[in-house]
């Protein structure tokens, strides 16, 4: 079974500190992608990376930055937390399109608490 | 950019009942999936396709192209179905080669009551 490893369940931080939110994926998949959940806006999404130090911004990436140094990981960072970045993050990964029919596959999500 | 509509938002039945949930989107797509959100927030994706219907135990999704809709049926509901269910369309993304978005729907969160 693919898993998809997201580095905490829960998180609270402070306003204005740095924050890395970890996913590491063990399928060998070529896309990685980072959203956040609220309520009422559905999925959102924040950055995404189809290789290794490839990266493209999503829909909301201000505020926010990846890294993919190694295919299996890919670190979203809070560059100066604010509250407003409270919410609900998901990872997920899958194969390049024209490889695989096969859908995204999720992290459990990282609750986050900017305080 | 697609637009997404799911409806209802909300959903109440009870335990036996059948449930439809209803997905439209803008522009054509590649692939549509459902996914299953279980409160504490962990994504399963139950289905994936871009033409005709599938069917896995209890749950049917269909798909329409032409008119842009697709519903997913629940057959014989149970209260471990209550969950959010969202729908989610998918597009070629021209900056990788093979890459792909997902644009997702609000969500319609299905209540079960035995």
Known sequence: DV?????????VKRTGEKVFLEC??????????????????????IYFSYDVKMKEKGDIPEGYSVSREKKERFSLILESAS??????????????????NQPQHF??????SIL | ?????????NLTAQEGEFITINCSYSVGISALHWLQQHPGGGIVSLFMLSSGKKKHGRLI???NIQEKHSSLHITA??????????????????????SYQLTFGKGTKLSVIP
């Open chain 1, 107 to 112: 992290g459990d999500g990282t609750r986050l």
């Open chain 1, 24 to 45: 590491v994926q063990d399928m060998d998949h070529e896309n990685m992608f980072w959203y956040r959940q609220d309520p009422g806006l559905g999925l959102r999404l």
């Open chain 2, 77 to 98: 509901s149970h209260p471990r179905d209550s969950a959010v269910y969202i729908c989610a369309v998918r597009s070629p993304l021209y900056s990788g080669a093979g």
């Open chain 2, 61 to 63: 999704a269909t798909i």
């Open chain 1, 83 to 100: 509250t407003n970045q409270t919410s609900m993050y998901l990872c997920a990964s899958s194969f390049w399109a024209a490889k695989s």
């Open chain 1, 3 to 11: 898993k998809v490893t997201q580095s905490s369940r829960y998180l």
């Open chain 2, 1 to 9: 950019k697609n637009e997404v509509e799911q409806s209802p938002q």
